[in-house]
Antibody, heavy 118, light 106 residues
Framework: QVQLKETGPDLVQLTQTLSITCTVS????????VHWVRQPPGKGLEWMGA???????DYNSAFKSRLSISRDTSKSQVFLKMNSLQTDDTAKYFC????????????WGQGVMVTVSS | DIQMTQSPASLSASLGETVTIECRAS??????LAWYQQKPGKSPQLLIY???SLHTGVPSRFSGSGSGTQYSLKINSLQSEDVASYFC????????FGGGTKLELK
């Protein structure tokens, strides 16, 4: 069955770099797109960026200068890397999939809660 | 960016009641709209896509409607398991979400 699972640190120091891995199963990264979405505690959802099935990427302009998304199709993994973390980057980070034909998020990972500590 | 304005921010309703949540887009999104349900500590779950199509396995008491810039999610005969937050999301352009509606039981 379709699964996405995020793994990453619970705590990141101020100004440091966040690295999160999304490991997927039940589908191919060359067929489906995988996106990153985050949610600060008690707040709404914010789209961060996408890894397209063809290997291209797109980013929310709010993050573009410090966000990088990549993948390893042989391991069915998509990676998020964001530098210069601030306290307002404290959030739950989700990966989610969609297709280009049906561009809504039909499956989500359980998310990883990351706290940025000073 | 397309802005999504969702209302109300919170809602209190009784079991069996019908509730409606609204979402307004800053420009025409041509029915490129999804609704998600999120329970505390969990990830969002897709309810409705293409503004009015029910996702597989979602109870028929949920329905979506709208066009252009105005969309709504209706829950008929509210059940206790419907207590959750609800978010709209447009995908006509790069994804943006509404601010969410927290639904509680009265």
């Amino acid at each position: 069955q379709v699964q996405l699972k995020e793994t990453g640190p619970d705590l990141v120091q101020l100004t440091q770099t966040l690295s999160i891995t999304c490991t997927v199963s039940g589908f191919s990264l060359t067929t489906y797109n995988v996106h990153w979405v985050r949610q600060p505690p008690g707040k709404g959802l914010e789209w961060m960026g996408a890894m397209w099935n063809g290997g291209g990427t797109d980013y929310n302009s709010a993050f573009k200068s410090r966000l990088s998304i990549s993948r390893d199709t042989s391991k069915s993994q998509v990676f998020l890397k964001m530098n210069s973390l601030q306290t307002d980057d404290t959030a739950k980070y989700f990966c989610a999939r969609h297709t280009t034909v049906d561009p809504y998020f039909d499956y989500w990972g359980q998310g990883v809660m990351v706290t940025v500590s000073s | 960016d397309i802005q999504m304005t969702q209302s109300p921010a919170s809602l209190s309703a009784s079991l069996g009641e019908t509730v409606t949540i609204e979402c307004r887009a800053s420009e025409d999104i041509y029915n490129g709209l999804a609704w998600y349900q999120q329970k505390p500590g969990k990830s969002p779950q897709l309810l409705i896509y293409n503004a009015n199509s029910l996702h597989t396995g979602v109870p028929s008491r949920f329905s979506g409607s709208g066009s252009g810039t105005q969309y709504s999610l209706k829950i008929n005969s509210l059940q206790s398991e419907d207590v959750a937050s609800y978010f709209c999301q447009q995908y006509y352009n790069y994804p943006t979400f509404g601010g969410g509606t927290k639904l509680e039981l009265k």
